[in-house]
């Protein structure tokens, strides 16, 4: 098999959600660490070989480039029981990722990233101003998860497929960002179950 290397900041959820799939799909992966606080994915080295868009996680296929964390997700467990065969239902799971990058990571994920990282009082005013937004628009994410969860145990079929990969990596640790899940029993649940399946491996491992 082509050698895998994850270039990563691991605390980040996107680049655990990458680890998280190998874990699952039995998929070996390398790991090269960038400290993005001290600009290590904005040197003129990383820019012109890794991610010429300055960011993390990219996926290493070998001589190759993969940028975008559901995107390398999705290389790696293609093929395996991570993606449904059927063809509604596939397409089902790649709505969850979407709307992961576009409704849920953007909001859970960047406070967290303001509050655990940045600092309040190091923000700047459009990210202040930013905030209250990015704050009901993650707790409106975790009500639509909640709500899709009241009848059923996974996010698309009746087993764990990569949409439940992609949402769980933000949201078992939006309380990070000041996000209570407590209002939230189905997701508090659907948590529980992802962290107890054998190959699970946690975003600190």
């Known amino acids: 098999m082509t050698a895998l290397t994850l270039h990563e900041y691991a605390a980040s959820g ?15 992966l390398a790991r090269r660490e960038y400290d ?3 600009g290590e994915t904005r040197t003129a080295e990383f820019l012109s070989q890794v991610n010429p868009n ?9 001589p190759d480039f993969l940028p975008e964390s ?9 093929g395996t ?29 960047t406070v967290r990233f303001w509050k655990g990282w940045v600092g309040f009082d190091n923000l700047d005013p459009v990210q202040r ?23 059923r145990d996974w996010f698309v079929i009746d087993r764990l497929t990569l949409a439940d990969i992609c949402l769980y990596a933000y949201t078992h640790v939006a309380e990070e960002g000041g996000f209570s899940l407590q209002p939230y029993p189905n997701v ?18």
């Open 81 to 109: 029981p991570l993606i449904p065969s059927d063809r509604f239902e596939r397409a089902d799971m790649l709505r969850w990722l979407f709307w992961e990058q576009y409704n849920h990571e953007p909001n859970i994920a």
């Open 188 to 205: 508090r649940a659907w948590l529980a179950r992802v962290a107890a399946l054998p190959c699970h491996i946690r975003i600190t491992d």
């Open 129 to 151: 101003a930013n905030l209250p937004g990015k704050q009901a628009g993650g707790e409106a994410a975790l009500a639509l998860m909640d709500e899709h969860l009241q009848r």
């Open 70 to 78: 559901n995107a390398a997700a999705f290389y790696i467990a293609d």
């Open 54 to 62: 300055g960011r993390i996680p990219v996926l290493q296929v070998g």
């Open 36 to 38: 993005i606080m001290a």
């Open 14 to 28: 996107n680049c655990y959600k990458i680890r998280l799939t190998a874990a699952h799909a039995g998929v070996r």
